[in-house]
């Protein structure tokens, strides 16, 4: 049975002066992507608090935050009382990844541990049992619009071994580079929740090209290998 895809628009790439108008062009989306950097874990800077109130205000999908920042372990339940339905923070942020799954759970939003290119799969063993996702990077994070790390699909084979292994079913997530071109070569490989920053909001028609993106990833997902 296919597995159930879910797009994420990553809003980094929307015109953030119109943001109200961007939102309103991907309900057809079934998250909103939120990327926070801090301008430490990684060389860019974007949104914080105040703006992700501001995205909750607009939109009535839930909020996926990918916290790219390097004091999780401070800020976590900051993002939580904000309004975020999804809080994925850095593996390679935090020596309490599973005190941060924890209060993510009790505070009853969806917890998500998010790996860099370079970080291996096998470094979330431990606590594999208790996620709802694992954020995949597929390129290295802080920019949209860098090419898809050709190696990744081999990454989330693993992952999805590990997972088989434990007997458990996170949602994956794959976030940078991704476009209808390789969605359905992600999800062929066990992803099932798509990010997309350029390959939407660079679209003048951004209902087709999530529709596209959806297309492509459904494919793969009949064919997971
Ligand atoms: C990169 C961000 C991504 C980015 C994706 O650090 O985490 O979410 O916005 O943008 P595209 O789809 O353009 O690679
Ligand atoms: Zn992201």
Do not use: W
């Not at 917890?111 to 694992?134: H, R, W």
């Not at 990077?137 to 071994?161: D, W, Y």
Request: net charge negative; glycine share 6%; proline share 4%.
């Amino acid at each position: 049975m296919p597995n159930e895809i879910k797009i994420a628009p990553s809003i980094l790439s929307a015109d953030f002066a119109r943001l109200g108008s961007e939102l309103a062009d991907i309900t057809s989306a079934d998250l909103v992507h939120f990327d926070v950097m801090d301008g430490h874990f990684v060389p860019n800077l974007t949104f914080g608090l105040d703006v992700l109130r501001a995205v909750k205000a607009a939109t009535s999908l839930p909020v996926d935050a990918h916290l790219m920042i390097s004091n999780p372990d401070e800020m976590v339940e900051k993002y939580l009382d904000a309004g975020a339905d999804i809080v994925s923070f850095h593996y390679e942020a935090t020596a309490h990844a599973h005190r941060l799954v924890s209060l993510i759970h009790e505070r009853g939003a969806v917890a998500s541990v998010a790996l860099n290119p370079a970080t291996p799969v096998y470094a979330l063993e431990p606590i594999i049992d208790d996620l709802d996702m694992v954020l995949v990077m597929t390129v290295n994070p802080g920019f949209a619009g860098q090419r898809f790390i050709e190696s990744s699909t081999r990454k989330l084979r693993r992952l999805r071994r590990m997972c088989d292994e434990h007997g458990v079913n996170p949602m994956i997530e794959v976030d940078g580079g991704l476009s209808a071109q390789n969605a359905s070569e992600v999800t062929r490989a066990g992803a099932n929740v798509i990010v997309a920053g350029s390959a939407v909001f660079g679209a003048s028609d951004r209902a087709a090209a999530i529709a596209d993106i959806r297309r492509s990833a459904l494919v793969g997902a009949s064919k997971t290998c």
